[in-house]
């Protein structure tokens, strides 16, 4: 069964670090493009970051910029989303998704992922 499963989420306050992190079961994960989305509540899904099969990295919103990094351990098959300085606003529960494309670049697209995880949740407060 292809799965995926994200943890590392929890209580954090601001100015907080988490590393989040999607590992996964049933396949490999070398082939695919995994995009880290979040969602809060009362609003939309938003992308966070995503890297490609070939390391390619997109950021997906400019209010994380310079503050979380995405990366890959294909020997370990997880990928990971370092957050550094954390914000209120960045509670939300936060999900990996993983598109089996070939194309170089990941997408920003939600409707473009294949497999996602279940969600953990990251709380920022005081």
């Known amino acids: 069964q292809l799965q995926l499963v994200e943890s590392g989420g929890g209580l954090v306050e601001p100015g907080g670090s988490l590393r989040l992190s999607c590992a996964a079961s049933?396949?490999?994960?070398?082939?695919?493009?995994i995009g880290w989305f979040r969602q809060a509540p009362g609003k939309e899904r938003e992308g966070v970051s995503c890297?490609?099969?070939?390391?390619?990295?997109?950021n997906l919103a400019d209010s994380v910029k310079g503050r979380f990094t995405i990366s890959r351990d294909n020997a370990k098959n997880t990928v990971y989303l370092q957050m550094n300085n954390l914000k209120p606003e960045d509670t939300a529960v936060y999900s990996c998704?993983?598109?089996?494309?070939?194309?170089?670049?990941?997408?920003?697209?939600?409707?473009?992922?294949?497999?996602w995880g279940q969600g953990t949740q990251v709380t920022v407060s005081s």
């Open positions: 890297i490609s099969s070939s390391g390619g990295i997109r």
């Open positions: 049933g396949f490999s994960l070398d082939n695919y493009a």
């Open positions: 998704a993983a598109d089996g494309t070939s194309n170089p670049y990941c997408a920003k697209d939600p409707y473009e992922y294949d497999y």
